[in-house]
């Protein structure tokens, strides 16, 4: 029967509410599938894949088949020194047909086919590296917002926790009434104390869920898929500056950059072979075939091959490609300036991310002793609370220093975990 429910379910298209556990591999599978981004990178690179090749660069002879057939319908009026053979007619009918094959083959141009195949092999390399650039920021961008939706979840369980305290504390106080050992005032606060809670539980449960969709967002998944995340954060603590340091060179953006000041100087030589001389020969083969009804000539008819070489000399051409040359300098200094302030401001970066890194490892040490004593703090004021050796007050601030220390050791997590990702994103160490 339960089959045949599942059936029915999917036969009229009924959308089900069961969640899907997710992992964080999981998360970034489905993003590196379905990520538009790394589906623009991916065509980028294969189009210049494609475009590389002798061809574009124009170093293949081509071939082209021309054919030209004219028909026409003239008037002659042709007089002659010898007026017997003057023609005068009307209405004469007329063909002039032309075919011919030609072949042509670029011998020298300054070196510019050579100049524009490295530039095509150039941007092939160029476009490899946008794409793991794009890979790695994609990886980068759901391990943080799948780790932002286990610190919510974790924010959730010490809400809860809190809560059972509340309401322990409520049940003691009635008790305590019913044998006139409590006022109305410490339930009404206790139970305002408890609704509070209950309020700040609601909240933080449409956190969650909205932190959730940011997530199926980010993996390009159905906004209303219900995803069950049970997961913790778990710092790397053994990421080093020297190790992070001597991978950085190898961050793909940093090399595409790299990429792009030689794909510039390669413009500079194609701009600079403008104004060399251009050879090309041509060959093939011509046929032309004129008919006439009336006239001097009745038919002409040529065919045969041919070959020759053709030679363009640039001699002047307003400075055109003197300014372009001069484009193409200035571009590669900028493509030059750009590479240098990307390094610097990746090892800016770097050092900035080490120290959030260095530094929150550090406080973890000390905030987790502090959540583990405000825990035994809260257990110890609760029972002196039963026992009666403790206040409604002592409970309270027990109870905030709790919550405080608990949030403050998920955030102290988060942030290093934060950092740990953006450490290994700048230098493409991420892995699942």
């Keep these: 029967m339960k089959k045949i429910a599942v059936l029915l379910l999917l036969s009229t298209g009924i959308k089900g509410y069961a969640q899907q556990s997710m992992t964080l591999s999981d998360a970034v599978n489905i993003a590196l599938k379905n990520s538009y981004d790394i ?36 008037s002659i009026n042709q007089k002659f020194p010898d007026p ?4 005068k007619r009307p209405n004469v009918g007329s063909n002039n047909l032309s075919t011919a094959i030609t072949g042509s083959i670029l011998l020298y141009n300054g070196n510019r086919v050579s100049a524009t195949k490295k530039r095509l092999e150039e941007l092939s390399r160029q476009n490899q590296q946008l794409l793991s650039a794009q890979i790695q920021n994609t990886m980068a961008a759901v391990m943080t917002k799948y780790y ?3 610190r919510q ?50 909240s933080q449960e449409l956190v969650i869920q909205q932190a959730k969709t940011d997530l199926l967002n980010l993996i390009y998944m159905a906004p209303e898929t219900r995803i069950n995340i049970s997961d913790t954060i778990i710092v790397d603590r053994h990421v080093y500056l020297d190790s992070v340091r001597l991978h950085l060179a190898q961050n793909p953006l940093l090399a595409a950059a790299d990429q792009q000041i030689h794909i510039n100087e390669l413009i500079e030589k194609e701009t600079a072979s403008l104004r060399y001389p251009s050879i090309r020969a041509n060959t093939g083969y011509s046929f032309s075939n004129n ?84 825990t035994q703090l809260l257990d110890l004021i609760l029972q002196k609370f039963q026992l009666g050796q403790a206040t409604i007050i002592d409970v309270k601030q027990a109870q905030q220093s709790f919550e405080n220390e608990g949030y403050r050791l998920v955030n102290l997590n988060f942030s290093a975990k934060v950092a740990e990702i953006e450490l290994k994103r700048l230098s493409s160490q991420l892995t699942l």
């Design 39 to 74: 589906q623009l990178a991916k065509n980028a690179l294969e189009i210049s894949t494609v475009n590389n090749n002798i061809g574009v660069a124009g170093g293949l002879p081509t071939v082209t088949a021309t054919a030209t057939d004219n028909e026409t319908n003239i």
């Design 84 to 87: 017997s053979r003057d023609t």
């Design 148 to 150: 932002d939706v286990v």
């Design 153 to 202: 979840q974790t924010y959730l369980k010490t809400i809860a926790q809190s809560i059972e305290v509340s309401q322990k504390r409520l049940d003691i106080l009635k008790v305590r009434q019913n044998v006139g050992m409590s006022n109305n005032a410490d339930i009404y606060q206790a139970q305002l104390d408890l609704n509070g809670l209950l309020q700040s539980k609601q």
């Design 291 to 374: 008919k006439s009804a009336a006239g001097f000539i009745l038919l002409n008819q040529s065919y045969g091959p041919f070959i020759g070489i053709n030679v363009s000399v640039p001699i002047y051409n307003g400075s055109i490609s003197k300014r372009q040359a001069q484009v193409a300098a200035i571009n590669t200094r900028n493509a030059i300036i750009q590479r240098d302030n990307l390094k610097l401001n990746n090892e800016s970066g770097m050092i900035r991310t080490f120290q959030t890194y260095q530094n929150t490892l550090q406080q973890l040490e000390t905030q987790m002793q502090n959540y583990t004593l405000s």
